[in-house]
């Protein structure tokens, strides 16, 4: 069992890149590369120091920096790119909580990230930042015995202080009909150490089932040390699955995905969905065509096993579920 300084994960975030010059200068970017960084985006820079560590040096041409630093091709606006590509505000029915599915409902815990990915397609919703509880929603949940899962989302939940999750989990579990809790995270990719003994406590003698959905898209984005952490969770009895997006440069590569769906197995965490991206202005330079992303679903399931081929799908506003692509 880790032995941390109690929130000791604050202390690493405060190291996240969040000004483009000092990354720059931490990658050692030449000038003419440099000109290609956007340098005032509404929406910002942040990049877990640990993730940039990983990056390599002198290049824009790294599936990890891709995703995170703001680039000239965010200023192209084409048709079909939207502010809200999935619908989030069509779903509102309370200022934390979304209801698109029947059976589950979505709590917006938070706006706040552990990074800032580029292509996120909440990067533009309005974060109810007012209330700082959860008392309208929980009302909401409690009063409508259909709702068996509740999925904690964001922003990133896990970027919630303890206290603030003990006080949500400790409400969820009075409420008998919610039978699962969801989790959909980035934060243990940036900075694994916020799954410490205080974090894992929290998931003791809980009612309802616990599940993790963990956001990777590129096998460089793994390590040991993560893993580490992952399996602390394991074995609370966390359920871990993995959601990727499909991005052009990134990971548009049977030989990549073929990498990062092994390492996630054989470490018992199921690769879950693969995302077509949802078109969020800004967002076009990482689109991949639903024809190249079938092709790769077909190479991809030449080499792995079932299980490991994770559901490649769209989210299509307004309709009942996600929608296979293949």
Same mark, same amino acid.
């Not at 934390?96 to 533009?124: D, E, P, W």
């Given at each position: $069992?880790?032995?941390?300084? /109690?929130?000791?994960?604050?202390?690493?975030?405060?190291?996240?890149?969040?000004?483009?010059?000092?990354?720059?200068?931490?990658?050692?970017?030449? /000038?003419?590369?440099?000109?290609?960084?956007?340098?005032?985006?509404?929406? /910002?820079?942040?990049?877990?120091?640990?993730?940039?560590?990983?990056?390599?040096?002198?290049?824009?041409?790294? !599936?990890?920096?891709?995703?995170?630093? !703001?680039?000239?091709?965010?200023?192209?606006?084409?048709?079909?790119?939207?502010?809200?590509?999935?619908?989030?505000?069509?779903?509102?029915?309370?200022?934390?909580?979304?209801?698109?599915?029947?059976?589950?409902?979505? #709590? @917006?815990?938070?706006?706040? &990230?552990? $990074?800032? &990915?580029?292509?996120?397609?909440?990067?533009?919703?309005?974060?109810?930042?007012?209330?700082?509880?959860?008392?309208?929603?929980?009302?909401?949940?409690?009063?409508?015995?259909?709702?068996?899962?509740?999925?904690?989302? +964001?922003?990133?939940?896990?970027?919630?202080?303890?206290?603030?999750? @003990?006080?949500?989990?400790?409400?969820?579990?009075?409420?008998?009909?919610?039978?699962?809790?969801?989790?959909?995270?980035?934060?243990? #990719?940036? #900075?694994?150490?916020? #799954?410490?003994?205080?974090?894992?406590?929290?998931?003791?003698?809980?009612?309802?089932?616990?599940?993790?959905?963990?956001?990777?898209?590129?096998?460089?984005?793994?390590?040991?040390?993560?893993?580490?952490?992952?399996?602390?969770?394991?074995?609370? +009895?966390?359920?871990?699955?993995?959601?990727?997006?499909?991005?052009?440069?990134?990971?548009? &590569?049977?030989?990549?995905?073929?990498?990062?769906?092994?390492?996630? @197995?054989?470490?018992?965490?199921?690769?879950?969905?693969?995302?077509?991206?949802?078109?969020?202005?800004?967002?076009?330079?990482?689109?991949?065509?639903?024809?190249?992303?079938?092709?790769?679903?077909?190479?991809?399931?030449?080499?792995? !096993?079932?299980?490991?081929?994770?559901?490649? @799908?769209?989210?299509?506003?307004?309709?009942?579920?996600?929608?296979?692509?293949?």
């Amino acid at each position: $069992m880790l032995k941390l300084v /109690p929130d000791h994960w604050k202390i690493i975030l405060r190291q996240n890149f969040t000004q483009w010059k000092k990354l720059a200068d931490f990658l050692e970017l030449d /000038p003419s590369i440099q000109q290609e960084i956007f340098k005032r985006p509404s929406f /910002p820079l942040n990049l877990p120091k640990r993730l940039a560590e990983k990056i390599k040096k002198n290049t824009l041409d790294d !599936p990890i920096l891709k995703q995170f630093l !703001p680039t000239l091709a965010e200023q192209k606006q084409l048709t079909g790119f939207t502010l809200d590509p999935v619908g989030d505000t069509q779903f509102t029915k309370a200022p934390k909580l979304l209801h698109k599915y029947n059976g589950r409902a979505l #709590i @917006v815990c938070t706006s706040a &990230c552990v $990074m800032n &990915c580029r292509f996120c397609f909440r990067q533009n919703f309005d974060y109810e930042v007012q209330e700082k509880g959860f008392q309208k929603e929980l009302e909401i949940i409690a009063a409508d015995e259909t709702l068996q899962e509740i999925i904690l989302s +964001g922003g990133d939940p896990l970027s919630l202080s303890d206290t603030v999750l @003990v006080h949500l989990l400790d409400a969820l579990s009075h409420i008998k009909h919610v039978k699962r809790v969801r989790f959909h995270t980035r934060f243990p #990719i940036g #900075i694994p150490e916020r #799954i410490d003994d205080a974090f894992l406590n929290l998931f003791e003698n809980r009612p309802f089932i616990t599940w993790f959905v963990l956001h990777t898209n590129h096998p460089n984005e793994l390590d040991d040390h993560i893993f580490h952490h992952l399996h602390l969770l394991q074995r609370k +009895g966390v359920i871990l699955l993995t959601q990727s997006v499909l991005l052009k440069g990134v990971n548009d &590569c049977p030989k990549v995905l073929c990498e990062l769906f092994n390492q996630l @197995v054989n470490r018992g965490i199921i690769p879950y969905y693969l995302h077509q991206l949802d078109r969020v202005q800004g967002g076009a330079h990482f689109e991949v065509s639903e024809e190249r992303g079938k092709e790769l679903i077909q190479e991809i399931a030449k080499s792995l !096993p079932g299980y490991a081929v994770p559901k490649y @799908v769209r989210e299509i506003a307004g309709e009942p579920n996600k929608t296979p692509l293949f």
